[in-house]
């Protein structure tokens, strides 16, 4: 018996990198699963997002573990498209109880007359992609009187802040720590339904995120008397996504039926540094 028999996950950003590794976590044990991504560029990102590719790969891995998935092209950023994959899942798959609002980018670099433009993409994905997520699916969930799990993924970023001074890394580190206020609001508002609402805290994860040179450099460039807090406590350089997702599988499970409103650090002790 899986900890999710029954339950359906909505998640985005699912193609690649943690959100396939959460969607694969969350199948393992039980759950049907939402996805979405946007499977396209946007211009202040300088690294490649997922591909229509990657989307397929994930639904044909859920498959496997004998789940179901909806799978939908669709931008956080766009909340009526967001709204028909959330409804198409539910239509095919249910009620859906655990959301995990996942999808981000960094658009680091972004300096001089890009920088307003890094600001504001990184604002509108992360920040307005997350409220919208949270629209799409706080009502059929508050309906269905089920309660459920909604888990916000936010950073070490979320919590303190480094940047290489440009608008796309000041808007990373400002909306994920926007989400810890929206996660907070939200544990309050849907505490009377039994939804719980938590954010997840990572440091350094080897997605296309950070395996680009753009991080190389910035790293590289940081003096070294500064470098040491760019790392964690524990001594390893890298967490693996599926370290995260079994984050997302204990707040999504019945095994934290009592948590909502906590920040969890997953970043082998980042932030005591
Ligand atoms: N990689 C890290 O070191 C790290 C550390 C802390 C937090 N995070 C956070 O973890 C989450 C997952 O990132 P990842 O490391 O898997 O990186 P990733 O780039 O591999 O995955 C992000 C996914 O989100 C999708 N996406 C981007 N913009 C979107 C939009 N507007 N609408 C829908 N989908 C969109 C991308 O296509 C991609 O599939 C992000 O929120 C990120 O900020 C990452």
């Known amino acids: 018996?899986?900890?999710?028999?029954?339950?359906?996950?909505?998640?985005?950003?699912?193609?690649?990198?943690?959100?396939?590794?959460?969607?694969?976590?969350?199948?393992?044990?039980?759950?049907?699963?939402?996805?979405?991504?946007i499977c396209a560029q946007i211009d202040t990102v300088g690294y490649?997002?997922?591909?229509?590719?990657?989307?397929?790969?994930?639904?044909?891995?859920?498959?496997k573990?004998?789940?179901?998935?909806?799978a939908s092209i669709a931008d956080v950023r766009d909340l009526e498209a967001l709204r028909?994959?959330?409804?198409?899942?539910?239509?095919?798959?249910?009620?859906?109880?655990?959301?995990?609002?996942?999808a981000g980018i960094h658009p680091i670099g972004t300096m001089g007359d890009r920088a307003a433009a890094g600001w504001r993409d990184a604002l509108d994905v992360i920040l307005t992609g997350s409220w919208n997520t949270l629209q799409v699916s706080m009502p059929q969930m508050v309906e269905a009187g089920k309660g459920g799990s909604i888990i916000l993924i936010s950073s070490s970023n979320g919590l303190k802040g480094h940047t290489d001074g440009s608008g796309g890394w000041d808007g990373y580190v400002a909306a994920k720590h926007g989400l810890v206020g929206l996660m907070r609001a939200y544990a309050w508002y849907l505490g009377p339904h039994h939804i719980r609402v938590n954010s997840i805290h990572p440091s350094g994860v080897p997605t296309p995120m950070t395996m680009n040179h753009l991080f190389g450099e910035y790293t590289a460039s940081t003096p070294p008397e500064r470098q040491w807090r760019l790392g964690n406590a524990m001594p390893v350089e890298w967490l693996q996504p599926e370290d995260i997702a079994n984050a997302v599988l204990w707040l999504a499970s019945d095994d934290a039926r009592y948590v909502s409103g906590v920040t969890l650090s997953v970043d082998a002790g980042s932030n005591v540094l």
Do not use: S, W, Y
């Open 65 to 70: 573990f004998g789940r179901r998935i909806v």
């Open 1 to 37: 018996m899986g900890k999710l028999d029954g339950k359906v996950a909505f998640i985005t950003g699912a193609a690649r990198g943690q959100g396939r590794a959460h969607a694969l976590r969350l199948a393992e044990e039980g759950a049907d699963i939402i996805a979405v991504d």
């Open 48 to 63: 490649p997002l997922a591909t229509p590719e990657d989307l397929d790969e994930t639904a044909a891995l859920v498959e």
């Open 84 to 102: 028909a994959a959330f409804d198409a899942g539910v239509a095919a798959l249910g009620p859906c109880q655990i959301v995990v609002a996942n």
